[in-house]
């Protein structure tokens, strides 16, 4: 069965960076594009970041381009996403989206941005 487990998120300072990292299992990894969502307290789910299955072709909500790259490693069935210049507004939980068949998702991971 397809699993997506995240890691890597916590309490950070304005300005700082964190690195999620989300494990997929279950699926042939390296032909499937990749998402990270967010979801802050109160707002919709919204789309942060896709990857495609070999990695060419990436997109980026407007509100964290140049700040967040999203990559991944097909040999450890891994995505990751770089967060930097972290803001009080990007405060959420963050999800790791899979489409394979139906939309699966990882149990996700909270990430404060806070002083």
């Known amino acids: 069965q397809v699993q997506l487990v995240e890691s890597g998120g916590g309490l950070v300072q304005p300005g700082g960076s964190l690195r999620l990292s989300c494990a997929a299992s279950?699926?042939?990894?390296?032909?499937?594009?990749m998402s990270w969502y967010r979801q802050a307290p109160g707002k919709e789910r919204e789309l942060v970041a896709y990857?495609?299955?070999?990695?060419?072709?990436?997109k980026y909500a407007d509100s964290v381009k140049g700040r967040f790259t999203i990559s991944r490693d097909n040999a450890k069935n891994t995505v990751y996403l770089q967060m930097n210049s972290l803001n009080p507004d990007d405060t959420a939980v963050y999800y790791c989206?899979?489409?394979?068949?139906?939309?699966?998702w990882g149990q996700g991971a909270q990430v404060t941005v806070s002083s």
């Open positions: 989206n899979a489409v394979v068949g139906s939309y699966y």
């Open positions: 990857i495609s299955g070999l990695g060419g072709t990436t």
């Open positions: 279950g699926f042939t990894f390296s032909i499937v594009g």
